[in-house]
């Protein structure tokens, strides 16, 4: 079934959550990952699930998931970092019926980088009231 506006997925299983993630200071991304392992989202206390993932985004500037919450999803995310510190991320997502991963980054991956960097660039300094999420 489709994904509806508001859909909550497992973070630390999505690429779109470790790109947060990892894009978080090390003090929230500790406090983060804490909170989602007593949650009980056990990829966030699996230390080869996050490394794999943030060693993508420190070699690539994003990161894949394959299967990761939902079985027959690829998916690739990236970081988004405004200069003032608020971290949101990208991702494109798809089903793998006769997917090519490697094609999928290669053609994909450029296309969301040069988003993330269109997009901070247009955009400028937000806050966190800019987007209607109060004061963290």
Known sequence: PR???????????????????????PDRRYAMLQRLGQAGEQAATDPAVIGKAFAELDEHGMCSSHNGWRRGI??????????????????????????NERRFRDECGPDLLGAVAEIRNAVGPVDADWLGVGAS
Do not use: E, I, R
């Open 3 to 25: 994904l509806s506006v508001g859909t909550v997925l497992p973070m630390a299983q999505t690429a779109l959550g470790s790109a947060y993630l990892w894009a978080l200071s």
């Open 74 to 99: 690829f998916a690739l995310a990236a970081p988004l970092v405004f200069a003032d510190g608020t971290v949101l991320a990208l991702n494109c997502a798809v089903a793998q019926l006769g997917l």
